[in-house]
């Protein structure tokens, strides 16, 4: 029988939906214990949930966990969505810097060494870190449609739930950052990134700009996060690819006219 406890989560990862058995679709999303340790949260059904239990990125959250039989990464918890407690808000003030001070203690040097560190202790296999440099981001096509698999699970009605009238979107473009982090001996990263705010900003900007889509996206997620903000990235590994990173999440806070807590 499964054992269940109460976590405090502060939520600072959320991925873009996929289809899901279990829950119709579900949401990756990843943050940090109030015992600082990383902690990813799956399944997570978001547009099921009732209204006072739709977190976003960094909410303070309680919820009920217990580990998975089918995963075995460290971080992985399964949840009760039905626990889901909205706590609290960490805000922006200053620079974003009572964020800043709360995933300090999280921060690696660079993406290889976050690899190297999983390679040798089979941990962490969830990381936050600065890249040297971001080249570019690069925007692929990908399948436009669900395939027929994930769509019979996208409109199935589960014991719990029923399918939503809205069927969720498929994304028609995988987003991936090209980048160089700080260890010596990089030979640089081509990574995707899944990160939900990117495939709302993608959802969004399509209606309202049609083809011009791609010069709003390009602005936030490749000018604005090179040259305006202190961008960092939250990097996962993949539940049947053990082997592969992906970015999960952004981090991008203003860069500080104080001292820098990352310093």
């Not at 449609?145 to 769509?151: C, I, S």
């Not at 309202?208 to 040259?227: C, L, N, P, V």
Request: proline residues 6%; contains cysteine.
């Amino acid at each position: 029988m499964a054992r269940w406890e109460a976590k405090r989560v502060l939520i600072t990862v959320r991925t873009y939906p996929v289809p899901a058995s279990s829950t119709i679709e579900a949401s990756c999303t990843g943050g940090i214990t109030d015992q600082g340790n990383w902690i990813r949260l799956f399944p997570v059904p978001y547009r099921f949930l009732d209204e006072d239990q739709r977190f976003s990125k960094w909410h303070w959250i309680e919820v009920q966990v217990t580990k998975p039989t089918s995963d075995i990464r460290p971080e992985s918890f399964k949840i009760k969505p039905e626990s889901i407690k909205i706590l609290g808000e960490i805000g922006t003030e200053r620079e974003w810097r009572e964020r800043r001070a709360l995933v300090k203690p999280l921060l690696r040097p660079s993406m290889c060494a976050i690899r190297r560190e999983r390679d040798e202790r089979g941990a962490p296999t969830l990381g936050l870190f600065k890249p040297a440099e971001i080249k570019r981001l690069l925007i692929e096509p990908a399948a436009e449609k669900w395939t027929a698999d994930e769509e019979r699970i996208l409109r199935q009605d589960t014991l719990f739930q029923k399918a939503p009238a809205e069927t969720l979107e498929k994304l028609p473009f995988n987003f991936k950052y090209e980048f160089r982090c700080a260890d010596v001996g990089c030979n640089g990263h081509e990574m995707m990134c899944t990160d939900w705010e990117m495939g709302q900003a993608y959802r969004r900007w399509r209606r309202e700009y049609g083809d011009g889509w791609e010069r709003s996206f390009r602005q936030k997620f490749e000018a604005d996060m090179i040259q305006k903000f202190d961008t960092h990235l939250f990097v996962g590994t993949v539940h049947r690819r053990p082997g592969t990173w992906i970015i999960v999440g952004l981090f991008y806070a203003p860069f500080e006219t104080a001292p820098d807590l990352f310093g």
